[in-house]
């Protein structure tokens, strides 16, 4: 009967951290781009080069900020760029290259960036940072593990954008930059609310919306004509 019980008691404890689920809450993107729009003085296309880095970090674990592959990054972001690129009304030819932390030791790879950096009228470099601090993170889940996921447990991923602006000559033209936060609640009775509010879905709403705000911005502000 004791054995029963036992078991009982922990498959129990197995359920409960199972059914352990979340539900995430994108913050506001700040600062919003709010300046006036520029009337447009010219006609024409711009050709860019997108020079893009993903940046993770785990504040008290890593020492240093780490370049990630795209693949390890937010799922679908070719398709996020994408989606903002008619905010440049005055982007022609363009293409993407995506930095990975291996470049330090491949040359060739260096050299079809330096290329393209050269061969287009301007260069948007994006650098797009993931962070969020070890401590929170380490404690939230050994309090989730104490409580068999009872308790529900918030994580704070932080997320940045910084976009700069450079001419051929490799000439720094302007710099913006964004902030925004994922707030992620973790306990046992959130199952119902994760199909609403899934992380996956606030991670590419933050990105969709820095991208957007970005290029709204460096179009308004005429960096793209004043670059030619």
């Known amino acids: 009967m004791n054995i029963l019980r036992k078991c009982g008691t922990t498959g129990l404890a ?9 539900a995430s809450f994108p913050t506001r993107v700040e600062p919003r781009w709010q300046g ?3 009337q447009d003085q010219a006609e024409g296309a711009v050709s860019v080069a ?11 674990l890593d020492a240093i900020p780490k370049v990630v592959g795209k693949q390890q990054n937010v799922t679908g972001f070719d398709e996020i760029l994408g989606d903002a690129l008619p ?19 491949r040359p060739e790879r260096r050299a079809i960036r330096d290329s393209l ?5 301007i260069t948007i470099r994006l650098s797009l940072e993931s962070s969020q601090r070890f401590a ?3 404690l939230g889940g050994l309090l989730s593990t104490c409580t068999l996921s009872l308790a529900p447990v918030p994580y704070v991923r932080r997320y940045h954008v910084k976009a700069e602006v450079l001419d051929y000559r490799r000439r720094l033209l302007a710099t913006t930059e964004r ?3 994922l707030h992620t609640w973790v306990q046992a009775l959130l199952m119902t609310a994760y199909p609403f509010y899934p992380p996956e879905r606030g991670r590419e709403e933050i990105y969709l919306n820095f991208l957007h705000d970005v290029f709204r911005e460096l179009e308004e502000r005429g960096l793209l004509r004043a670059a030619t």
């Open 14 to 22: 197995l359920l409960l951290l199972l059914m352990a689920s979340c």
């Open 36 to 38: 006036p729009a520029l």
């Open 50 to 60: 997108f020079i893009i880095r993903h940046i993770r970090q785990t504040q008290g």
């Open 87 to 105: 905010e440049l009304r005055h982007l022609g030819a363009y293409a993407t290259f995506t930095e990975e932390a291996g470049d330090v030791n």
């Open 117 to 121: 950096m050269a061969g287009h009228d």
């Open 136 to 138: 929170p993170v380490f």
């Open 179 to 181: 902030s925004a936060e």
